[in-house]
Each structure stands twice: as C-alpha cells, then as structure tokens.
C-alpha cells in the first residue's frame, strides 16, 4: 500500500475512533468531538478536508471556551498543510510528532524478571494502571504509591475503561516484576471501512525503569495482539528519540502528526 493510501486510512480512523464516546458538531471545516463520558477530545479538520480557514479555527476555539473544554486540535501535517498556519494565526502553540507503522515487526526480549498480561475488564487493580501512566508522564518520584488516587483514576475514568476492555475497544497490557507495575499501553481497534485499523497509545514506563526496553516489549506485544485482527497498526511519538525506539520494534515514519493547544 502506498503512504499516501496509508495516510488516507488513518485519517478515517481518527475520524471514526472518537464517535463512540463523542458527540459531534461540525464547525465550519472542523469537526469537534465533544466527550461524552470522561475522556477529553479535541477539533479536527473534518474528513476529506485539505485547506482549513483560520476563522473556523477561532470559531471552534470559542465553541471549546463555552463547553469548558481546554482548545485542542490535531491533524496529519501531510492531508492538511494549511491547518498550521489557521492554528498559529488563531494564536495557538503547535507541536510535531512522527506517525509511524507497523512495517516489519520484531520480537523484543523482556528484562529478566519481568512478565506482561493482558489486563481484563474484571482486573480489581485496573485503576492503578490508570494512575500508573499519569505517575510515568508526569516525572514524579517512583517512590510515589502507584496505587494512590491521580486525575486518570478516578471511578468514572475507571468505569469508562473497564467497558471500553469488555467491548473490544481498548486492549490494555501491562508489565509487572514481583507485584510492582512498571509499565502499561494500550491499543485502539476501530472498523475502517471493511478493515480493522488500530492506534497504539499510552505507552508508558516508570521513570526509573525507562532504558530497559520495557516500552518497546509492551509496543512489540500490543502489535502481535493488534495484527491478529487488524490490517494497520500504527501510532504518533512524541519525539524523534522515542520514534527510534519505536523503530526498533519495527515501525517506519509515514507522516507528521500535529497538536495545536492554547
């Protein structure tokens, strides 16, 4: 498949992967997804859109400050070039990150001691791999409990995600050494058209156990369980030095995906 076909699918998966948890108001050449339960959404440039005016920007930013919501918009630097210059003249920050795809899978070794599972809807700690990935981003000390209550372990956000499990859509995986969590990420299956397309997300280490190759087994796993049904996996890094991690496991950069926040 070529990268531009590949860059069309994806784009219709960020278009469908919200709607279930999302309503939808179209604002011009955007298309706002409004959360329904706990998880944040964001504008992007509505489906098969390639140049986005400023003003819809600006409208969509003031539609954002009367529902409360924080202004966030994201869109492939590649399907939608103008979509930068509306999110800078509305006086938004944008930031860049690599997209990447399954091109070559490979079989990561996991650090001795250390074993990964599939985490199931019943899972009476689901709420502390939640907290686990807010614990990781946040570059708190790892002497903090991961346990402890955090703003993405809340009973709703934990309700939310025990039925997105038992539905099918999330698939959640962990890595645990002698009962202590070290690790979690997730993937997202979405029907796309007559296929299954995935996203990888979420994939997060404890700050003292980054280095060790834990993210790129977890990433290797939720591909092997992502490709028994799907016929695209693929995810955006943060950066350039997580992108090469993510290419050890086998993923190559297609294209540029973008944040723009206030």
Known sequence: MSISATLRRVEQ??????????????????????????????????????VVQPQDVQRACGRMRELNLPAAFEWMAESTPSMRAAASRSGLSVVDGPLLVVADPVDVMLPGGVRLFLVGADDPRLGDYLHLATHAFSGTPDDEDPGEPGPDSSEAAVAHLRTRIADGRTVLMAAISQN????????????????????????????????????????????SDARQECSLVFLSAGDDDSARVYERAGFAQIGTACLATS
């Open 13 to 50: 998966y960020y278009d469908a992967a919200p709607r279930s948890d999302a309503r939808v108001e179209e604002i011009g050449s955007l298309t706002l997804f409004i959360g329904t339960g706990p998880w944040s959404y964001y504008a992007r440039p509505r489906l098969g859109v390639s």
């Open 180 to 223: 202590r969590l070290l690790a979690v990420g997730s993937h997202h299956p979405v029907v796309v058209g007559e296929d299954v397309v995935s996203e990888i997300v979420g994939v997060a280490t404890l700050p003292d156990y980054r280095g060790r190759g834990l993210g790129a087994a977890i990433t290797a796993a939720l591909v």
